[in-house]
């Protein structure tokens, strides 16, 4: 997957940077039609290719390939063997598939708050709501920077609680030398607008052996070998033409993380004098691999307003998210959602905005994105 030079770029001022952009280079087409070419496109040796090789950029023993993010989050909870009424507890601060998932698996979700630094769960937060029905933690990873795993995976143990990591932004993210999704159950996506990429996919890691064969299986209709079926499983296998995407990505995903995290540094730089603006940071003893360069707004500023004149100054700007995923109509009578106040999650939902930080990003866009901040907020 090409890496964008950082020199100046010839894009005209009247264009917009967007807020993601996916390029995927000849190396790519060329996995791809290796695959086609070879007669066999379902799940299969590429596929354990993309697993080996991703299990050892994560430091996990196993990686177990599926479909997507989401059935990777649901199949982490379901490897659990949870039974009805069974509590998981999460971050309301997330793309709604986290909550779906636990639903989708039928357990009950309480919500912790998250803090501010890190935009991951308050491991504070996370201890008031435990109860005798708790049988799982499940922090997000956002933006590409570990949530505080060290202090939750202690909780986890105190109670013992399962611990499943939605890491869906995280891929080589790491808390002090660790990678993120080797704490607990790891689950990532590869979505189209993923670090990396198989359009639609996901991952599953764990170090447990017995887990690891009950995904397997799970995946594969409940099949242990061709028609010896051992539990009810589902179709959640990923194809081989779907891996050969990612591969060469991986070989690039050293370039691609040094391109984010120096853009990361540049807006940062530019940015810091901003007063009210709070800035993303990477925390002491964590590897951020900045999926998402999230602000969060002076206290008063309309959003939509900043992101009305961000695009009049030519930036894209995505709000990732816009209010807790349980403050939606769909969720209001659930017995399962179980709602408690999370001030932070939504001080922070209602002020973030999220700049363009890829790597597909050259060194005047930088400028122009730091000048459009500025001008939006009325600094010059």
């Known amino acids: 997957m090409g890496i964008a030079p950082r020199t100046p770029t010839s894009r005209g001022r009247t264009a917009v940077i967007p807020i993601t952009t996916v390029r995927l280079g000849p190396e790519v087409e060329e996995s791809v039609l290796r695959v086609i ?8 040796p590429v596929v354990a290719e993309f697993e080996s090789r991703f299990a050892a950029l994560v430091g996990a023993k196993h990686a177990v390939a599926v479909n997507n993010g989401t059935t990777a989050l649901v199949a982490a909870i379901q490897s659990l063997q949870l039974q009805p009424g069974d509590e998981v507890i999460t971050s309301p601060f997330t793309f709604i598939a986290t909550l779906n998932a636990i639903l989708e698996a ?6 912790g708050d998250i803090r501010t630094e890190d935009f991951g769960l308050d491991p504070e937060s996370v201890r008031s709501q435990i109860t005798d029905r708790t049988r799982v933690i499940m922090p997000v990873h956002l933006y590409g920077q570990s949530a505080d795993i060290g202090a939750l995976a202690q909780i986890a143990a105190e109670h013992d609680l399962a611990l499943v990591e939605d890491a869906a932004q995280a891929h ?3 808390f002090e030398g660790r990678g993120v999704g080797t704490f607990g159950i790891g689950c990532f996506s590869f979505y189209a607008t993923k670090n990396l990429t198989t359009g639609e996919g996901g991952v599953v890691t764990t170090n447990d052996d017995e887990v690891a064969e009950r995904l397997r299986i799970m995946r594969n209709q409940g099949m242990r070998a061709r028609y010896e079926y051992v539990m009810a499983g589902h ?6 033409l779907q891996a050969a995407v990612v591969l060469p990505q991986l070989d690039a995903y050293d370039s691609l993380l040094a391109a984010r995290r120096a853009n990361a540094s540049g807006l940062i730089e530019r940015l810091s004098d901003v007063p009210g603006l709070i800035l993303p940071a990477q925390l002491p003893g ?9 602000v969060i707004l002076p206290e008063g500023v309309d959003r939509a307003g900043f992101v009305e004149r961000m695009t009049a100054e030519g930036v894209g700007t995505g709000i990732y998210y816009p209010k807790p995923v349980y403050d939606y109509e769909t969720y209001a009578d659930r017995a399962d959602v179980i709602r408690s106040a999370t001030p932070v999650a939504d001080s922070v939902a209602a002020r973030c905005v999220s700049l363009p930080v890829h790597q597909h990003l050259a060194e005047d866009d930088l400028d122009v994105i730091a000048a459009a901040v500025r001008t939006a907020l009325g600094n010059r």
């Open 106 to 111: 039928g357990a009950t979700v309480r919500f």
């Open 235 to 240: 179709n959640y296998r990923l194809t081989d």
């Open 37 to 44: 070419r070879s007669g066999s496109i379902a799940q299969g």
């Open 172 to 174: 080589g993210a790491t």
């Open 286 to 294: 964590r590897e951020h691999v900045w999926h998402q360069f999230t």
